[in-house]
Nanobody, 121 residues
């Protein structure tokens, strides 16, 4: 059974940092790109960042560019470093894996259950 699990969410204040991690098990994800998405209450799921498998290219959503960094450690561990967090970053963050690199959620075949990030004062 395939599992993607996100770690590292929590409650922080504006300006703080968090690092999320995404681990995978249950199959080999060779050739799969990894994306991070988020969804706030009452809003649509939003693309955050993605990292390619073969070329290590990265993509970022406009609202997080310059503050968030996606990186890859091992075959199955991907990180999202989030700096200078803002109130509007509050959401459930999901990692996902798919064979086509891009921003659309429909490109991703496997999804984690999500981890809550809350930014409040």
């Amino acid at each position: 059974q395939v599992h993607l699990v996100e770690f590292g969410g929590g409650s922080v204040q504006p300006g703080d940092s968090l690092r999320l991690s995404c681990t995978a098990s249950g199959r080999t994800f060779t050739g799969y790109h990894t994306g991070w998405f988020r969804q706030a209450p009452g809003k649509e799921r939003e693309f955050v960042a993605a990292i390619g498998w073969t070329f290590a290219g990265t993509l970022y959503g406009s609202s997080v560019k310059g503050r968030f960094t996606i990186s890859r450690d091992t075959d199955n561990t991907v990180y999202l470093r989030m700096n200078n967090l803002k109130f509007e970053d509050t959401a459930v963050y999901y990692c996902a894996k798919g064979r086509t690199f891009g921003e659309m959620s429909s490109l991703y075949d496997y999804w984690g259950q999500g981890t809550q990030v809350t930014v409040s004062s």
